[in-house]
């Protein structure tokens, strides 16, 4: 793993323990486990190597969310990296990000822009971008994002690997460099579905700590396998899909639909609220809510904000407070609306992305394509709901597709268990650079 690990210099890492302490730790886990006679109870990640996305603490390792002037030292570790620790991980260090949180192409950042393991010059998806990549490059066995506008799913299907949204408040952000504070979740990369379920069971629970953490209720959403009738998914309305004129990415995004009838009862349905509430996000008065947190930072040392991240973080100044409450409001009868969805069918089926990028297409157009690519993920966190994306093979042209099964708060017991037979895994081919 270490030779891996150091053969690796895309832009993967911003910081990482040396070899030495990674050592270290592993002779540690193997004397606790001959003290215990070889028992590992209560160690489910027993020596498992993970990433975590430098925007969530790590206790000795400097956290800068891609931003230097920004980073400290953090002296604890998140609620997450410790349940993480606690249940016998190796945490290998830090993977980049775009700056703050803010972006989905993985290209915003001083710290070099991670390429896709499928190669052609794709971007490697963002803003959890060096964390998708460990996973997929075989560096770690599951790594930590983060998720507010799909940053957990849109670098998972870029990469070929699955990526886990869960509800908000399922799993702690105490430790975590807010990015839109009512929103943020920590996220899951995994190459499985299993693997997704494990790390998941670990970190899930209330967290005194964080105002946002919750808990599931006791009438959450049950497995499939514990369901006396058929899984109902939702398929959106073909004329309501935009793939930004990707034939590749829309006949991949068919035959997942034709998968779906052999794994549940498909019915169709609108998606026009749903995208008329990720809309919210960055065209709406939400991108106020990053700088709550973050105008300091813009305030004090602009310079040290790459130029998208200040204009988008700028972009909050333009919306008063009549606005948000008006936003507010609609949001709320598009929750309304949302929550009658679930009384026709379970989960949702939707691409996890439109279309791919390369490094050069997204800096061409970095604002815009980046609203491209979040045009299937960023309306779940706002309507609180959850998210799985897998992968659903390749195009022609050998660029990965995934697809995301999306829920309400609370059904990850029942997503994960569709996800675990639901995915066609990338073959990651090398892909041809597309021009």
């Known amino acids: 793993m270490l030779e891996r690990v150091s053969r690796r210099s895309d832009a993967v890492w911003i910081s990482r323990w040396p070899d030495e302490r990674l050592r270290a730790r592993a002779d540690e886990l193997a004397g606790l486990r001959r003290q215990r006679g070889g028992d590992l109870t209560g160690l489910p990640l027993f020596g498992v190597p993970c990433a ?7 206790a000795g390792l400097t956290t800068t969310a891609a931003c230097p002037a920004f980073g400290y030292l953090p002296q604890s570790d998140a609620t997450a990296v410790r349940r993480l620790i606690e249940a016998g991980a190796i945490v290998v260090g830090k993977t980049n990000l775009d700056q703050f949180a803010t972006g989905l192409t993985g290209t915003r950042s001083p710290y070099g822009a991670c390429e896709s393991v499928f190669g052609g010059g794709l971007i490697s998806g963002g803003s959890s971008s060096g964390s998708a990549v460990a996973v997929a490059a075989g560096l770690v066995s599951f790594a930590l994002g983060t998720d507010t506008a799909g940053s957990g799913r849109v670098p998972a299907a870029l990469n070929g690997i699955v990526g886990t949204k869960p509800t908000r408040g399922l799993v702690s952000t105490s430790g975590v460099v807010p990015a839109c504070r009512s929103l943020d979740c920590v996220s899951v990369f995994t190459t499985d579905v299993a693997d997704a379920a ?10 005194p700590t964080d105002p946002w953490s919750r808990g599931a209720p006791p009438a959450s959403v049950p497995a499939a396998g514990d369901r006396n009738t058929t899984v109902r998914i939702a398929l959106p309305a073909r004329e309501e899909l935009d793939f930004a004129g990707d034939e590749g990415m829309q006949a991949a995004f068919d035959d997942a639909c034709g998968r779906a009838d052999a794994v549940g009862r498909t019915v169709r349905t609108t998606i026009a609220p749903l995208l008329e509430a990720g809309d919210l996000l960055y065209r709406g008065p939400w991108v106020a809510e990053r700088l709550a947190d973050l105008e300091p930072v813009l305030c004090t040392r602009p310079d ?12 909050g100044y333009g919306h008063s407070a009549v606005a948000v409450f008006r936003a507010m409001h609609r ?17 949702v089926l939707l691409p996890t992305v439109p279309t791919t990028f390369t490094h050069a297409q997204i800096s061409e157009q970095p604002i815009e394509r980046n609203l491209v690519l979040g045009r299937y993920t960023q309306f779940v966190n706002l309507l609180d709901l959850a998210a799985v994306a897998v992968p659903a093979g390749q195009t022609s042209d050998g660029r990965p597709a995934g697809v995301t099964l999306i829920g309400p708060a609370f059904s990850e017991d029942l997503l994960l268990s569709v996800a ?16």
């Open 331 to 347: 949001l709320q009868e598009l929750r309304s609306w949302t929550a009658r969805l679930w009384d026709r069918a379970e989960l």
């Open 304 to 315: 040290a904000l790459l130029p998208v991240t200040r204009t988008v973080l700028e972009s």
């Open 420 to 435: 675990a037979g639901f995915g066609e895994r990338a073959r990651r081919t090398p892909c041809p650079c597309i021009p």
């Open 198 to 207: 494990a790390t998941l069971d670990v970190l899930a629970g209330v967290d």
């Open 52 to 58: 975590v996305k430098d925007n969530i603490d790590v």
